[in-house]
């Protein structure tokens, strides 16, 4: 089992600072978070930083299937020593109780699978649209609670886009975004509901920071249940597809960085568009496989028989 000690790779101040976090996550703006600078030990940040897995190691596949500016590895005990004590820390009952504490969600449980998580890294050009996230774990009967980002960037400038944006609704043309700047070693922690929208506008580094990429780590925590008024049929993540930047208007002539753009968002909303295509398809062969099963042979076929003669006319 984790020891104890673990707990020194977070920042003495943010354990003492506990109730201070707690009050700041609870304010609903535009829903439960909290920013939290140096969340971790500073040289334990670097050590994290420094054995950082190199882009070629990861999943570099989007939800399509393509390869793109996203690279992730989810298994992070792999990387190295300090990741495998990352690993330790994060199933400690120690931290569990600590992210509990400042969100005042108890019985916070680690996820062996990293699923979806791990390390995240976004190259030039990578955005990620508005959306809220699966809601059940994809093996375990779990409803998912709370993700937790460490970001490990020495220099990152919101001009640059890959801010973490915080919407009140996306689908709303009164959306309220919140920005969080991904610094290195900031922390933001933030719940898992059907109404935390987030995501970030697309990378648009200045000629000479064209080497650098967006770097964090994702943790994310669930509970066997949760409150009745958060409870939602089990989905997939959700997106919301940006609309046409405001410089689109009547009469404005397109350069190449505009055909750019449009093509850009055409592409994203077909590959969100054929996923869901997939997902209807695979929901109906299985529809169509269990009322085989059912109405199979002759106790089946009495079933069905009865199902019509109950079934209401007129």
């Known amino acids: ?41 500073a040289d334990y940040a670097a050590a994290l930083l420094a054995r950082f897995p190199p882009f070629e190691r990861g999943n570099a596949r989007n939800e399509a299937g393509e390869l793109g500016g996203k690279s992730t590895v989810e298994r992070i005990r792999g990387l190295g020593e300090s990741y495998a004590q990352l ?21 916070l449980l680690y996820d062996p699978d990293y699923f979806g998580g791990g390390t995240h890294e976004n190259r030039e050009g990578q955005d990620l649209d508005p959306h809220v996230d699966f809601n059940r774990h994809p093996r375990e009967p779990w ?24 919407h009140s609704d996306p689908r709303s043309p009164d959306d309220r975004v919140t920005l969080v700047t991904p610094l290195f070693n900031r922390c933001v922690i933030f719940e898992t509901t059907e109404w935390s929208w987030h995501g970030f506008g697309r990378i648009t580094l200045p000629p000479e920071r064209r080497a650098l990429s967006r770097k964090s780590i994702a943790l994310y925590f ?72 059912l ?13 019509r003669l109950m079934r209401p006319r007129g």
């Open 1 to 41: 089992m984790p020891a104890p000690a673990l707990l020194h790779r977070i920042a003495a101040r943010v354990v003492a600072d506990a109730e201070r976090h707690a009050a700041a996550f609870a304010r609903r703006d535009p829903f439960r978070h909290v920013v939290i600078d140096d969340f971790l030990d």
């Open 87 to 107: 690993d330790d820390l994060v199933q400690s009952a120690e931290f569990l109780d600590l992210v509990g504490r400042i969100t005042g969600i108890p019985d």
């Open 143 to 166: 409803h998912r609670r709370l993700n937790l980002i460490v970001y490990l960037n020495r220099e990152w400038e919101d001009d640059w886009g890959g801010s973490l944006e915080l």
């Open 222 to 293: 669930y509970t066997r249940d949760r409150p009745a008024e958060e409870l939602a049929d089990a989905h997939s993540t959700i997106y919301v597809d940006r609309p046409l930047p405001d410089r689109f208007r009547a009469g404005f002539t397109l350069d190449e960085r505009d055909v750019e753009e449009l093509r850009v968002l055409i592409a994203r909303r077909d590959q969100h568009n054929q996923r869901l295509y997939r997902d209807i398809t695979r929901l109906t062969a299985d529809l169509e496989r269990s009322q085989a099963a």
């Open 295 to 307: 109405y199979g042979g002759r106790l089946g076929r009495l079933r069905y028989l009865a199902r």
